[in-house]
T-cell receptor, first 111, second 113 residues
Framework: ELKVEQNPLFLSMQEGKNYTIYCNYSTTSDRLYWYRQDPGKSLESLFVLLSNGAVKQEGRLMASLDTKARLSTLHITAAVHDLSATYFC???????????FGKGTHLIIQP | EAQVTQNPRYLITVTGKKLTVTCSQNMNHEYMSWYRQDPGLGLRQIYYSMNVEVTDKGDVPEGYKVSRKEKRNFPLILESPSPNQTSLYFC????????????FGEGSWLTVV
């Protein structure tokens, strides 16, 4: 059974700082997704990582995937308040089975 | 505009009263699925469908039914809702190519009293 663990689950940081959210998963997969969710809202797709070594960047967010280590990271550079949200990683289980989600990282960025 | 539309968005119902949450997508996607989101648990998959008339159980299927009679629609049916099915429900769709973006609906807040 695929398990997905995110760390930390809660993060409070100051604007301008850098930080990394980690996503570990337990079985082989070469597809990983990152989503953002604002309170009471749907999930917004941030990144789709499709292969070992994949790195994608959008603004202050950068995601990477190491399939051998079964690890993905979401790095935040020079955080701003607008990035406050809950971030989920989700791992593709293969076939048509869909995604297994981590429990989410609740990120608060304080001015 | 690519959309996954769920209805109702908000519902309070009573134990045992059958209800259906509809989901419709306008992207001609083959894959559709239902998730529930509970505090501290993330999202868990309820059912998924690879195409018309093809459905299968996800991680937490108990108490739910689905059907896929048309490609665009994937309703979630609670035959006899119970309070432990109080949750936020999301429908999702994607194309058959694995690795494409998976689109989520706006969510349906369901309370069973």
């Amino acid at each position: 059974e695929l398990k997905v663990e995110q760390n930390p689950l809660f993060l409070s940081m100051q604007e301008g700082k850098n930080y990394t959210i980690y996503c570990n998963y337990s079985t082989t997969s070469d597809r990983l997704y990152w989503y953002r969710q604002d309170p009471g809202k749907s999930l917004e797709s941030l990144f789709v990582l499709l292969s070992n070594g994949a790195v994608k960047q959008e603004g202050r967010l950068m995601a990477s995937l190491d399939t051998k280590a079964r690890l993905s990271t979401l790095h935040i550079t020079a955080a701003v308040h607008d990035l406050s949200a809950t971030y989920f990683c989700a791992v593709d289980r293969g076939g048509a089975d869909g995604l297994t989600f981590g429990k989410g990282t609740h990120l608060i960025i304080q001015p | 505009e690519a959309q996954v539309t769920q209805n109702p968005r908000y519902l309070i119902t009573v134990t045992g009263k059958k209800l259906t949450v509809t989901c419709s997508q306008n992207m001609n996607h083959e894959y559709m699925s239902w998730y529930r989101q509970d505090p501290g648990l993330g999202l868990r998959q309820i059912y998924y469908s690879m195409n018309v008339e093809v459905t299968d159980k996800g991680d937490v299927p108990e108490g739910y039914k689905v059907s896929r009679k048309e490609k665009r629609n994937f309703p979630l049916i609670l035959e006899s809702p119970s309070p432990n099915q109080t949750s936020l429900y999301f429908c999702a769709s994607s194309s058959a190519y694995r690795g494409n973006t998976i689109y989520f609906g706006e969510g349906s807040w369901l309370t069973v009293v």
